[in-house]
């Protein structure tokens, strides 16, 4: 059976929209803020911060799904 693309598409999209609205558990709060604070120390500043915005997306953008 072939699924078709519109239905992986939609399929995608809701997936994606689940992952927005869960919230984030405290363990990976904790890596993150470590993980932040080790690549700051370490003078890696693009690498902290893609991870930033990563984790901490600006919520002025509108998603576009």
Do not use: H, Y
Request: overall charge positive; glycine content about 2%.
């Amino acid at each position: 059976m072939v699924v078709n693309s519109f239905q992986n598409k939609d399929g995608w999209a809701r997936a994606q929209q689940r992952k927005v609205n869960q919230p984030i558990d405290l363990d990976t709060l904790m890596w993150v803020r470590n993980r932040l604070m080790r690549l700051e120390v370490e003078m890696r500043w693009a690498d902290r911060i893609c991870l930033f915005e990563e984790f901490f997306p600006n919520d002025a953008l509108i998603p576009r799904i």
